[in-house]
């Protein structure tokens, strides 16, 4: 069973930094593109950060600057280093990996369970 668990989340204040981590588990062979999406209550979720399997990264410009995604394969991990946040950055942040192999199998588009990101003074 191949799962994606989401950690790193808590409670920091404006121009604070968090770092997010999703790890892959399971008999994993390797995994395409990764994402970081974040959904604030009423709202839409939206994409905030993707990595390739080389290592190559796109923001929106709503993050740029601030947040960097980063991964590390031998780990099957990646991370999401959060800096300098504001209030309009609480959400719910879930990974994502658009495709996963196993030995015996291609997963698409799996989904971490969420971690909670507030950002209040």
């Known amino acids: 069973q191949v799962q994606l668990v989401g950690s790193g989340g808590g409670l920091v204040q404006p121009g604070g930094s968090l770092r997010l981590s999703c790890a892959a588990s399971g008999s994993i062979v390797s995994i395409n593109t990764m994402a970081w999406y974040r959904q604030a209550p009423g709202k839409q979720r939206e994409l905030v950060a993707t990595i390739t399997s080389g290592g190559s990264t796109n923001y929106p410009d709503s993050v740029k600057g601030r947040f960097t995604m980063s991964r590390d394969n031998a780990k099957n991990t990646v991370y999401l280093q959060m800096n300098s946040l504001k209030p309009e950055d609480t959400a719910v942040y879930y990974c994502?990996?658009?495709?996963?192999?196993?030995?015996?199998?291609?997963?698409?588009?799996?989904w971490g369970q969420g971690t909670q990101v507030t950002v209040s003074s």
């Open positions: 994502n990996a658009d495709r996963i192999f196993t030995g015996w199998a291609r997963l698409d588009n799996l």
